[in-house]
């Protein structure tokens, strides 16, 4: 039962992120020419990691939030968008996931929104 609703959570998650594509704006913003929230589809793999501090990082999240990580306001931006929060990320979790995956170059001390990259 709770692996069902894992992916029904992840199903949820992936829809969300192909609605919010639709209405996206196209221009330079925090990602460049990508909105933050087609970035969040390369994000996928951080989902569970997202929401609980207890959750396993994959080693596909870490590579992508490495090279998201890049350019730290879009990491920010993504961590933080809509899409993100109404797909049950939180916030002060995910923020952590750059630590939890031992990235060495992370932007430790960068403040996205009301929180600082550990």
Known sequence: MEAAMKNICLVAFVVLLGVAQFNAAYGAGECGKSSPDSEAWKLIPCASAAQS???????KCCTQVKRIGQNP???????LSNTAKSS?????????IPKRCNIPDRPIGYKCGAYTIP
Do not use: D, H, Q, R
């Not at 501090?53 to 080693?59: F, G, L, Y």
């Not at 306001?73 to 961590?79: P, R, Y």
């Not at 049950?88 to 952590?96: C, L, N, R, S, W």
């Open 73 to 79: 306001s879009c990491l920010c931006a993504v961590m």
């Open 88 to 96: 049950g990320v939180k916030p002060e979790i995910a923020i952590t």
């Open 53 to 59: 501090e207890n959750a396993a990082v994959s080693a």
